[in-house]
């Protein structure tokens, strides 16, 4: 089945910098990788997606690349905010079947 | 309000009991799915459904079961349940596959 490895597990960054969080995925039929943004207590929400026949999605402060020869996918956040504090998951998909969780990255961001 | 809706929200049980966990959703979708979520390990897909009558075991299925005899309703069920099934629970929907909406999440509790 499909593995995702997610890094780093944590990030700590001041605001106003850039955040970057790597995942790889092994299964090449993969073709639809999301990102969960999970508050503390609350349920999982989706942030952005991007599907196999995009390299590159952006959504104002937030994107996401997509290397498909490399099975690697990155998800960019500019201009960090305190309230981006959060653990965020990534995941990759054959679509409409199983869908497969990194463990995620706790990121704090600092005032 | 479109949303998902788990029932309970906590609950504590003792080994061997059997519980059901109900979900239920008024969006319509078509798939579902049922996560349970560990610290450091992240979301792991236990069953998903693409549409009544229809499952498929996701990553971790054993000591589960579901079933899907109405599209809204996607109960998950404990037959007999251990200590390592203590968790947190999380339902989900969506029309196509893609974007998954939670529903608030179970804490479960197997003593």
């Known amino acids: 089945g499909e593995n995702v490895e997610q890094h780093p597990s944590t990030l700590s960054v001041q605001e106003g910098d850039s955040a970057v969080i790597k995942c790889t995925y092994s299964d090449s039929a993969s073709n639809y990788f999301p990102w969960y943004k999970q508050e503390l207590g609350k349920r999982p929400q989706l942030i952005i997606d991007?599907?196999?026949?995009?390299g590159e999605k952006k959504d104002q402060r937030i994107a996401v690349t997509l290397n498909k020869t490399a099975k690697h996918f990155s998800l960019h956040i500019t201009e960090t905010q305190p309230e981006d504090s959060a653990v965020y998951f990534c995941a990759a998909s054959r679509g409409y079947s199983t869908l497969t969780f990194g463990k995620g990255t706790m990121l704090l961001v600092s005032p | 309000e479109a949303q998902v809706t788990q029932n309970p929200r906590y609950l504590i049980t003792v080994t061997g009991k059997k519980l059901t966990v109900t979900c239920s959703q008024n969006?319509?979708?078509?798939?579902m799915s049922w996560y349970r979520q560990d610290p450091g390990l992240g979301l792991r897909q236990i069953y998903y459904s693409m549409n009544v009558e229809v499952t498929d075991k996701g990553d971790v299925p054993e000591g589960y079961k579901v079933s899907r005899k109405e599209k809204r309703n996607f109960p998950l069920i404990l037959e007999s349940p251990s200590p390592n099934q203590t968790s947190l629970y999380f339902c989900a929907s969506s029309l196509t596959g893609g974007e998954q909406f939670f529903g608030p999440g179970t804490r479960l509790t197997v003593l």
């Open positions: 969006m319509n979708h078509e798939y």
């Open positions: 991007i599907r196999s026949n995009v």
